[in-house]
Nanobody, 121 residues
Framework: QVQLVESGGGLVQPGGSLRLSCQASGSIVSIYDMGWYRKPPGKQRELVAVITYGGSSRYTDSVKGRFTISRDNAKKTVYLHMNSLKPEDTAVYYC???????????????WGQGTQVTVSS
């Protein structure tokens, strides 16, 4: 069974930094895209950033230049480095991975449990 476990959320002041991590474990043959989404209070979940197996990445406009997504394929881990944080970045952050399992039925998109990021003075 595949699990995605996130860590690194917390409370930070405006202008501060945080690094989120998400490690996949379980029956995994390969991982295609890995990404981060977030759900701000009272709003829908939105894509923050996504990275391919080869390292190509894209970002939502509001985080470009401030956030960096990276991954370590050997560790099955994706990171989100967040700098110059703003109050509007406050949200529950979820990681997502497109996973290939040992059988067809285990292929699919998997989600982490979410980690809270609060930006406030």
């Amino acid at each position: 069974q595949v699990q995605l476990v996130e860590s690194g959320g917390g409370l930070v002041q405006p202008g501060g930094s945080l690094r989120l991590s998400c490690q996949a474990s379980g029956s995994i043959v390969s991982i295609y895209d890995m990404g981060w989404y977030r759900k701000p209070p009272g709003k829908q979940r939105e894509l923050v950033a996504v990275i391919t197996y080869g390292g190509s990445s894209r970002y939502t406009d509001s985080v470009k230049g401030r956030f960096t997504i990276s991954r370590d394929n050997a560790k099955k881990t994706v990171y989100l480095h967040m700098n110059s944080l703003k109050p509007e970045d406050t949200a529950v952050y979820y990681c997502n991975a497109d996973i290939v399992g040992p059988t067809y039925s285990e292929n699919g998109f998997y989600w982490g449990q979410g980690t809270q990021v609060t930006v406030s003075s």
